[in-house]
């Protein structure tokens, strides 16, 4: 089983879930890139640091996890949703790998390739509406626009970038997979 990103419904609205997220670690690339080749160029570096590609870091006494590598990696289980958020320039995206919720700032392993970073995200309130569908930019962009109409037709405010969340493998059929976008709203 895959862990699964937590959240809290607080509400349920035409069109959309209110959720509360709760703080948490994110490994994240920066990609200049098309919307469908984004994910594919920031994949193998992200795996990779899930896969071993990183440098152990355990609190003084914590006991040595069985995870641990030769050479001080650790392996680090897959965790979803995979996210993907626009950057501030044209072609550029963000891609987050959400991280297990075991680990924390202080013992999230440091990764070797300079390109991914470990970072937490701030616990927060979003709406998000859920499909299934093709990973296509038309896809994502559409629902995100049917988000931010009924995010404001509710009479709340949006306050950061919409993200594109994939919950499944690429080989699953289009029309089973879980697919959401989000939309952080002011408290």
């Not at 994110?26 to 920031?42: D, G, H, K, N, Y």
């Not at 993907?84 to 891609?95: F, N």
């Amino acid at each position: 089983m895959t862990e699964q990103q937590p959240y809290r419904v607080v509400s349920r609205h035409p069109g959309f879930e209110l959720r509360r997220y709760p703080a948490h670690l994110v490994a994240e690339m920066q990609v200049q890139a098309p919307f469908t080749r984004a994910l594919i160029e920031a994949f193998r570096p992200l795996a990779g640091y899930l896969g071993g590609a990183n440098r152990a870091r355990h609190p003084v006494g914590a006991a040595e996890p069985t995870t641990s590598a030769a050479g001080g990696s650790e392996k680090i289980a897959m965790t979803v949703p995979v996210v993907q958020i626009e950057g501030e320039r044209p072609g550029a995206y963000l891609i987050q790998f959400v991280l297990p919720s075991a680990l924390t700032a202080a013992t999230a392993p440091e990764p070797v390739d300079a390109r991914v970073r470990v970072r937490e995200v701030r616990a927060q309130l979003a709406a998000a509406m859920r499909f299934s569908g093709r990973w296509t930019e038309q896809t994502f962009s559409q629902r995100a626009t049917m988000l931010g109409r009924s995010v404001t037709a509710a009479g709340l405010q949006p306050t950061g970038a919409v993200r594109y969340a994939r919950f499944d493998l690429p080989w699953k059929p289009w029309f089973l997979r879980r697919n959401e976008v989000v939309l952080p709203v002011a408290e």
